[in-house]
């Protein structure tokens, strides 16, 4: 199982979903859930997204019924060599055994490792990279994810998902 997550941050509460599918090519999810934390969630801080992020993400996938084998996570695995990003850092917390996938829309400059992958029309790319070693063969993966757009139709679902829960 393949699962997609992202957070939604309001005044008084995070909001998170995930939503799990069995192939990168899948048009729609097999299951769908949504965790709400309530509190202030803390400020953003360049260059440690993952300190504001990391807390959701694990509570929500350890809600799961069902153990991903892939997670895909809106931002980087890799920010630079030997710094680790949000998904570097779930990767550790979840014990190191599940592949982390990340899909950033925005150019990290270090973040060299990434690939840049183009989808539909769109002349702006999409940043993957991951905690598999064949990083390129990822990229293809996500290239391939339904939807004629740049963002992929289950990612887009994902988004969607945490911020009208």
Partial sequence: MIVCVDVDYRASEAVTACIGFHDWADA???????????????????????????????TALAALTASPRIIVVDGYVWLAPGRPGLGAHLHAALGGGIEIVGVAKRNF???????????GTSQQPLFVTSTRADVAAVARSVRAMHG????????KRVDRLARDA
């Fill in 28 to 58: 729609a999810s097999n299951f769908e859930s949504v965790t709400r934390t309530k509190g202030t969630p803390p400020e953003y801080e360049s260059g440690a997204f993952y300190r504001r992020e990391l807390p959701y993400l694990v």
């Fill in 148 to 155: 004629a757009h740049r963002i992929p139709t289950l990612l």
């Fill in 109 to 119: 400059a270090s973040a060299v490792t990434a690939i840049p992958i183009l989808r």
